[in-house]
């Protein structure tokens, strides 16, 4: 399967965001809760089986409104 890593849709930067991630000024313990946001932000799967064609989004950041699923069968 096919993953993207976050998910943070139109929010703004934060200040780790214009850091270097390896920069010698950053702490290892700082880089670790880097990668734990990058967790949380949530995880988009697709998934091609033989039968079926799956995708899993994490929407958390709309509202029912702003969300529209279309489907074109070739």
Partial sequence: ???LFDQFFGE???EYDLLPLFSSTISPYYRQSLFRSVLESGISEVRSDRDKFTIMLDVKH???EDLSVKIIDD
């Fill in 1 to 3: 399967p096919s993953r």
């Fill in 62 to 64: 709309f509202s029912p």
């Fill in 12 to 14: 703004g930067l934060l």
